[in-house]
Nanobody, 130 residues
């Protein structure tokens, strides 16, 4: 049974940085594509970034492009989201999600839609405020 646990959320000043982690247990994460999503207060959940199971394909939403980097360390069964130059509008609960992508033709696909994912973590709070 796949379990995802996010960590690394915190209160940070505008312009600061955070690294979020998405740690998996119960499965080998290198067979899964991973996505990061966020939900701000009073708003719907939106996509932030994704990485293919093979690690060779990544995508970023326009709102974070150039400030955020997604990466994966399969040895640690963890996916990271490095966020720099944080803005107040980045304040949200950040979720990671996973979906199986074992077959060869899926391993280079980055899934950016929420309904493409089968497993979700509980989220980690990021607050950007002075």
């Amino acid at each position: 049974q796949l379990q995802l646990v996010e960590s690394g959320g915190d209160l940070v000043q505008p312009g600061g940085s955070l690294r979020l982690s998405c740690a998996a247990s119960g499965v080998t994460l290198d067979s899964y594509a991973i996505g990061w999503f966020r939900q701000a207060p009073g708003k719907g959940r939106e996509d932030v970034s994704c990485i293919s199971s093979g690690g060779g394909s990544t995508k970023y939403s326009d709102s974070v492009k150039g400030r955020v980097t997604i990466s994966r360390d399969n040895a640690k069964n963890t996916v990271y989201l490095q966020m720099n130059s944080l803005k107040p509008e980045d304040t949200a609960v950040y979720y990671c999600a996973a979906r199986p992508a074992r077959v060869s033709w899926l391993r280079n696909i980055c899934f950016s839609k929420q309904d493409e994912y089968t497993d979700w973590g509980q989220g980690t709070q990021v607050t950007v405020s002075s």
